[in-house]
């Protein structure tokens, strides 16, 4: 019986089997399709972002779009309305721009995209006002307007203050320009939500001075209390009826007499200066108590001295 010979390349099949079965397998990367823009139906502020929203989805899977025919194909594909009947008879035509995507890019923005004319972005953004809107979208429009305006930053700054609602750009007064116009945008949208917050809490209540509490007191207090001086201060209205009614005193609440006669009662003096017929000055006293005593009253207390004849 004859030994078996082994076969050379049935052993370089095996090993190179098993260093293929030993290796990973490769890692195939997917990328997923962008969405597809919403229909454009020939609004000529919205033809920028239209076309720029194709030019993404064609760049981010050019396996899916391999002839110019095709990308062209793609963007008529999004239109609607009088945009798709203008493409429709472009289509038909098979003219140059349906050849080649830029060429039709191109005519797409002679036919819909609106002209600088009178409003250019430079005076669009010169004229820009917050007005009533929000700060965000002021500072949107701004955005949108300054990319496209070719200014320098200083002059962005400026623009933007300028545009500002009068309070808001009165707060920002104290900051700097050297903020540069990115932070100082999200300076001025931080300022106008707090201002705002607070306006929405209303004005805090000012702290009221308690109010003088009148007390009624029984008439079995009045007896034994000090006389009132009505001179300085008020009775209550309760009092001064009580006292009315019952024919008491209205300064020491005594009976048997009243105001105007009251003995307790410090002297209400008037006095008058007049000149007789010789051009004499002469004083005048009007009092409730005899002139003697009130000498003596006005002397102890240092208001003047006189000589009575």
Same mark, same amino acid.
């Given at each position: 019986?004859?030994?078996?010979?082994?076969?050379?390349?049935?052993?370089?099949?095996?090993?190179?089997?098993?260093?293929?079965?030993?290796?990973?397998?490769?890692?195939?990367?997917?990328?997923?399709?962008?969405?597809?823009?919403?229909?454009?139906?020939?609004?000529?502020?919205?033809?920028?972002?239209?076309?720029?929203?194709?030019?993404?989805?064609?760049?981010?899977?050019?396996?899916?779009?391999?002839?110019?025919?095709?990308?062209?194909?793609?963007?008529?594909?999004?239109?609607?309305?009088?945009?798709?009947?203008?493409?429709?008879?472009?289509?038909?035509?098979?003219?140059?721009?349906?050849?080649?995507?830029?060429?039709?890019?191109?005519?797409?923005?002679?036919?819909?995209?609106?002209?600088?004319? *009178? !409003?250019?972005?430079? =005076?669009?953004?010169?004229? &820009?006002?917050?007005?009533? #809107?929000?700060?965000? +979208?002021?500072? /949107? @429009?701004?955005?949108?307007?300054?990319?496209?305006?070719?200014?320098?930053?200083?002059?962005?700054?400026?623009?933007?203050?300028?545009?500002?609602?009068?309070?808001?750009?009165?707060?920002?007064?104290?900051?700097? *320009? !050297?903020?540069?116009? =990115?932070?100082?945008?999200? &300076?001025?949208?931080?300022? #106008?939500?707090?201002? +705002?917050?607070? /306006? @929405?809490?209303?004005?805090?209540?000012?702290?009221?001075?308690?109010?003088?509490?009148?007390?009624?007191?029984?008439?079995?207090?009045?007896?034994?209390?000090?006389?009132?001086?009505?001179?300085?201060?008020?009775?209550?209205?309760?009092?001064?009826?009580?006292?009315?009614?019952?024919?008491?005193?209205?300064?020491?609440?005594?009976?048997?007499? /009243?105001?105007?006669?009251?003995?307790?009662?410090?002297?209400?003096?008037?006095?008058?200066?007049?000149?007789?017929?010789?051009?004499?000055?002469?004083?005048?006293?009007?009092?409730?108590?005899?002139?003697?005593?009130?000498?003596?009253?006005?002397?102890?207390?240092?208001?003047?001295?006189?000589?009575?004849?």
């Amino acid at each position: 019986m004859e030994a078996e010979v082994p076969d050379p390349f049935r052993a370089l099949v095996e090993e190179l089997r098993q260093s293929l079965l030993s290796q990973p397998a490769p890692q195939v990367s997917v990328v997923a399709s962008p969405p597809d823009p919403p229909p454009y139906t020939g609004d000529p502020e919205a033809c920028a972002g239209f076309l720029l929203q194709c030019t993404l989805a064609l760049e981010m899977d050019p396996r899916r779009f391999s002839s110019e025919r095709g990308k062209v194909a793609y963007i008529i594909s999004r239109l609607d309305g009088r945009a798709l009947q203008w493409a429709e008879s472009v289509w038909q035509q098979a003219g140059p721009a349906t050849q080649s995507v830029e060429a039709f890019i191109k005519h797409f923005k002679e036919v819909f995209q609106a002209p600088a004319g *009178d !409003s250019s972005v430079q =005076e669009q953004l010169h004229r &820009l006002r917050q007005g009533k #809107s929000s700060i965000t +979208e002021y500072a /949107l @429009r701004f955005r949108t307007l300054a990319a496209a305006s070719g200014w320098n930053e200083p002059a962005l700054i400026t623009t933007f203050r300028l545009g500002l609602q009068p309070a808001l750009r009165l707060h920002l007064a104290s900051y700097d *320009d !050297s903020l540069g116009l =990115e932070r100082f945008i999200q &300076l001025a949208i931080r300022v #106008s939500h707090r201002r +705002e917050g607070c /306006l @929405r809490q209303g004005p805090s209540e000012p702290t009221r001075a308690p109010r003088p509490v009148h007390h009624d007191f029984p008439p079995e207090a009045h007896s034994r209390e000090t006389p009132m001086q009505i001179d300085t201060v008020r009775l209550s209205a309760t009092e001064r009826r009580r006292r009315m009614e019952q024919g008491l005193c209205l300064y020491c609440g005594a009976t048997g007499h /009243l105001l105007l006669t009251c003995p307790v009662r410090p002297p209400r003096v008037q006095v008058c200066i007049s000149s007789g017929h010789n051009h004499t000055p002469s004083l005048c006293f009007s009092s409730t108590q005899p002139l003697n005593q009130l000498v003596t009253s006005f002397t102890a207390t240092s208001w003047f001295t006189c000589t009575l004849p």
